[in-house]
């Protein structure tokens, strides 16, 4: 992705507290809330704090410390939701043929029910 980031991106109001959210979790690295067309009974969007637009931008430009503490953060989140013994699935979609809405770097924690194959042929 080559765009400039968008400030006015509904992830960067979230961030600003311009959009309220009932947050899930929250730290220095990130931030997580429920999905407002969830996919499943668990479905909680996770995004870094800083303006990275997909996981390419993230892994290429945010520093050693945000890329761990967002990591953390992901895997805080399904502990605090209770899901690691019945399973989950993290997704993250980047552009439009992945069918990434917002352009805000996120990953979709989905979980509470058994959860069928990403793509059928």
Do not use: C, W
């Not at 309220?20 to 429920?34: I, K, M, N, S, T």
């Not at 892994?59 to 399904?78: K, L, P, Q, W, Y």
């Amino acid at each position: 992705m080559s765009d400039p980031y968008d400030d006015l991106n509904i992830f960067a109001r979230i961030l600003r507290g311009e959009i309220p959210v009932q947050a899930v979790y929250e730290d220095e690295y990130a931030l997580a809330f429920p999905d407002i067309a969830p996919k499943a009974p668990v479905h909680v969007l996770v995004i870094p704090r800083g303006r990275y637009m997909s996981h390419a931008d993230f892994s290429a430009r945010a520093s050693d410390a945000e890329i761990t503490g967002f990591t953390r953060a992901v895997g805080e989140v399904a502990r605090k939701l209770d899901v690691e013994q019945s399973g989950y699935r993290l997704l993250s979609n980047t552009g439009p043929n992945a069918g990434q809405e917002v352009p805000h770097y996120h990953v979709h924690l989905l979980a509470g029910e058994r959860l069928g194959p990403l793509r059928t042929a």
